[in-house]
């Protein structure tokens, strides 16, 4: 048990996101202290490559100067200004026009959250209002896929297709529906490429038809799940789906908050299949975590619909106090100026060409059954039994020695429930600090290897 006054106190008084509290009270918090570049110092003064950029947000890296200096400037100049009662400020506007011009073509319109969460609940909410403002009250029906994560809001809970976000919370919802994620590797059927897509896009056509084309809504949709462990469609999965939703007449949200901001190699990954959905929402890389804030981009056609509705000369009651907040608004475009012009962008796909190729030879490491990878977004699914794919015995706790065993070799990742292991590194990523992190990371996989009980539980070492 680790103790210090902070560790104490956050014991007694924090509660932290997604975790079992009272384990977290034995375990004790590890208190992060300080951050530069790829590299993250805690309390004890451990220092550690970040391989996941914090929670797949700090694309940057820690430290980037020009961002504090903008944030800065802003909150002496203007740190507050509300976007109520037809007041704005100009780090807002300049970022919703940014975001315009980046963003697959036809979203020209911008609604800033304060993260993703509240992103996909303002996308949820304007979607019910454009199927009534369209005179189509019953389509309100929304589906999404198994394994999806859209955050942790009183709705977005249940769109997430994880058991985790909907255990004693009471979702999904009557009006949330799951379809099967692409998961080539344990698809039932064994089917990859155009046989999987045909899968998702038969899979969605039954369930709209199951639930009356007249009563749906929606269809939610990462371009490649995040928080379900990293799993990467065929390519083509994207238009497929999004061409479906066109045809059926539902709406096409991608919720790009991870794979936003160069994470996959392109700006967002639906420019990668030429595809404008109807509803975008991003957060994490907006800001690269250096101030919180998130965002919804809407296409001309469901921004009017709204905007013309029936009652439009009453307010349309979505909103919130920091939306647009000018701080967060300064930090999004410096960010972006340093994905661009700063060619962090650039610099994140040409890393992504080394790491692709050995994970790709990581596939041959005894405990790894699959690797999967697109830019700087990567999973290791580690099993048992390539054969079978069977996951290793739950009892042997397999993703706190991945994580254990990373941190005593100066490595942080994030180890999946199921012993997948998540990697996100920063697009800011030199080639020196690649080779440490493909060091450390194979070193990691080594060493949990070499553990007699995780070595006698392999079938055919
Ligand atoms: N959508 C996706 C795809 C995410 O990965 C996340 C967070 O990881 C969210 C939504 C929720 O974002 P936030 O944690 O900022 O509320």
Known sequence: MKSNSLIEIDRAHLIHPVSAYRAHERKGATVLTSGDGMYLTDSQGHRLLDAFAGLWCVNIGYGQESVVEAAAEQMRRLPYATG???FANEPAIRLAEKLVELSPPGLDRVYFSLGGSDAIDGAVRFI????NARGLPSKKQMI???KGYHGSSTTGAG???LPAFHRQFDVPLAWQHHIPAPYAYRDPQGRDGEA??????AELRAKVEALGVDNVAAFFAEPIQGSGGVVVPPVGWLRAMRETCTELDILFVADEVITGFGRTGPMFACEAEGVTPDLMTLAKG???GYAPMGAVLMTEAVYATIA???DNHLPIGHGQTYSGHPVSAAVGLEVLRLYTEGGILANGQARSVRFGERLGELAAHPLVGDVRQRGLLAAIELVADKSTKARFDPALGLADRLTATAWSNGLIFRAFADGSIGLAPALSCSVDDMEVLLARLTRTLDAVLDQPDVRSAIVDP
């Open 84 to 86: 109520y009662f037809g």
């Open 196 to 201: 999987l897509i045909a899968a998702s896009v």
């Open 286 to 288: 907006l800001t690269a």
């Open 308 to 310: 013309d509705g029936p």
């Open 144 to 146: 999404a896929l198994d």
């Open 159 to 161: 769109l997430t297709g």
């Open 128 to 131: 019910v209002h454009y199927w």
